[in-house]
């Protein structure tokens, strides 16, 4: 699709390319940044345009992971971080099976992602928004209802 084209795999290869002339670069020739923009709808879910809301959090999700590391070394990880298969079957199964219930809110999982870590799981609920106007904006509701 090209929205993910452009708003997303767009600015994956900008990086691998800008990592190629980073490393070229003489160590003293100054700091090397990359700025990515994402939006708010790489904040916030946007029902109104969930496509390109998608490729704005993979924007984020991607900036967020490359930062810490990756142009600084390329390594894997040791097996005793890494989440066993294992406990990704029990968590989809958990939530084929339909009995999943989060605190608060009624069994609702509207919203929420679960994060799988090692041998747990995690319930994640949305950002709150920041303000009313961003929250019309991510909804399309009307700002002064």
């Not at 998608?54 to 984020?60: E, P």
């Not at 009624?106 to 799981?121: K, M, P, R, S």
Request: proline share 6%; hydrophobic share 40%; aromatic share 8%.
């Amino acid at each position: 699709m090209l929205i993910i084209n452009i708003n997303l795999q767009a600015v994956i290869e900008t990086c691998y390319l800008a990592q190629h002339y980073f490393r070229r670069s003489p160590p003293d020739s100054g700091p090397r940044n990359l700025i990515m923009t994402a939006s708010a709808a790489g904040v916030y879910a946007s029902p109104v345009a969930p496509m390109y809301s998608a490729t704005k959090h993979g924007v984020v999700g991607w900036a967020r992971s490359i930062a810490p590391s990756a142009w600084r070394q390329d390594h894997m990880f040791p097996d005793d971080l890494l989440t066993p298969v294992s406990k990704v079957v029990e968590v989809v199964l958990m939530l084929l099976d339909g009995k999943v219930t989060s605190e608060g809110d009624g069994g609702a999982l509207f919203g929420q992602i679960v994060e799988v870590c090692g041998t747990n799981h995690y319930f994640r609920k949305q950002y709150d928004y920041c303000d009313g106007t961003m929250q019309a904006l991510m909804t399309a509701t009307d700002v002064h209802e």
